[in-house]
């Protein structure tokens, strides 16, 4: 049994002024992500310009940023915004869905391919080994809020979050950093590192990803005002990972025959 550490959620106080590690993670996201983009970019055989790279990370930020909270918002508390709509913007409380950050991603990386005449999948690969230790960092600062911690467990490495009562719990913000942060940016960077056919790198990550949190969501608690969906085990992590994993499974398997 280990009891958190305590973290205070907030880095940085400057008088009235507080700067979270929830948004602190999600600088390291993004200029962790831009900093990769650009070493990518140097390779002579890479097809991309350093400024194309800020270019498309910008967009992308927008689109984690909007599509995180709206996906918040619609898959996990549509019933609260409703009656408090004005809270939709107060994303420095927390509350960001990956999915929907994921469906923002998309829509940028659909927009970008058209303004610089690419194809959809020539700019997911390039950004799909850019995102996952962004991920892992994102994943940190849930474990700093004692936030989204799993169910209890007799495990040697159970964790005592204060806000998860006396019991010790499995630390799946830290499962999570690890199998898609760590582990995923590990394989993703190292497939991508030399040409493959277009799709292959973000089915990878796609599949990669649902697998891990599918693993992980059977130990997660779900959000309260949620529970769990079908017979006890099912959550919306669940069922929204599902067709991730399988759309993965379909781009890998066209490319694999075109």
Avoid at 96 to 119: D, E, N, P, Y
Avoid at 138 to 145: K, T
Avoid at 222 to 238: E, N, Q, R
């Amino acid at each position: 049994m280990i009891l958190h550490p305590g973290i205070d959620p907030v880095a940085i106080s400057l008088g009235p002024l507080q700067i979270h590690w929830y948004g602190v993670m999600y600088l390291v996201a993004f200029v962790g992500g831009a900093w990769l983009g650009v070493y990518r970019s140097n390779r002579p055989d890479s097809g991309w310009k350093p400024n194309e790279v800020w270019d498309l990370l910008f967009y992308v930020a927008l689109g984690v940023i909007l599509g995180g909270r709206l996906g918040y918002v619609v898959f996990y508390n549509l019933s609260y915004f409703i009656d408090h709509p004005q809270e939709i913007v107060y994303i420095w409380t927390g509350g960001m869905s990956f999915h929907g950050g994921l469906l923002g991603v998309l829509t940028a990386i659909f927009w970008f391919a058209r303004r610089t005449h690419r194809s959809f999948f020539a700019v997911a690969d390039f950004l799909a080994p850019l995102f996952p230790l962004g991920i892992g960092a994102v994943r940190i600062s849930n474990f700093i809020n004692q936030e989204l911690w799993g169910r209890v467990t007799d495990l040697p490495w159970g964790v005592v979050f204060s806000t998860g009562g006396p019991l010790p719990r499995h630390p799946t913000q830290l499962y999570e950093a690890f199998l898609e942060g760590v582990l995923l940016f590990v394989i993703l960077w190292l497939y991508s590192g030399e040409h493959r056919r277009p799709g292959r790198v973000s089915a990878l990550f796609l599949i990669i990803y649902g697998l891990s949190r599918i693993t992980v969501e059977f130990v997660r608690m779900p959000d309260d005002h949620i529970g769990y969906l079908y017979g006890g085990w099912v959550t919306m992590g669940h069922l929204l990972s599902l067709p991730m994993l399988l759309l993965g499974v379909a781009v890998f398997w066209r490319s694999s025959r075109s």
